[in-house]
């Protein structure tokens, strides 16, 4: 079992900045092989915005909506995972979901992950 905690959402300006962490905890927690950010904004579906390999190479997978604006990375000990999110737009509004999975981050569907935090909310104001 792994419980995912995220904290950092808000109520921001557009063009403002927010940071989103993600801390994994237990008996699985080590053992995870990905990590990675969706996102659901009300009346649509829940969609990948950023992943991440905990494995050797760190590999990176972004939305073609958030590249070059948001950036996902690891601490340098543990899982913990944070997605900062920078140049925001009232577009970027919507729940935030950490997800994690037991594998390589190869997928961008959300079925493929099988570990979900509570959500985040985050709010780009105009």
């Known amino acids: 079992q792994v419980q995912l905690v995220e904290s950092g959402g808000g109520l921001v300006q557009a063009g403002e900045s927010l940071r989103l962490s993600c801390a994994p905890s237990?008996?699985?927690?080590?053992?995870?092989?990905?990590m990675a950010w969706f996102r659901q904004a009300p009346g649509k579906e829940r969609e990948f915005v950023a992943g991440?390999?905990?494995?050797?190479?760190?590999?990176?997978r972004y939305a073609d909506s958030v590249r070059g604006r948001f950036t996902i990375s690891r601490a340098t000990t543990g899982n913990t995972v944070y997605l900062q999110m920078d140049s925001l737009k009232p577009d970027d509004t919507a729940t935030y979901y950490c997800?994690?999975?037991?594998?390589?981050?190869?997928?961008?569907?959300?079925?493929?992950?099988?570990?979900w935090g509570q959500g985040t909310q985050v709010t780009v104001s105009s």
């Open positions: 991440i390999n905990l494995w050797r190479d760190s590999t990176r």
């Open positions: 997800a994690a999975r037991r594998w390589r981050m190869d997928t961008t569907s959300a079925t493929d992950f099988g570990s």
């Open positions: 237990g008996r699985m927690s080590n053992n995870l092989g990905a």
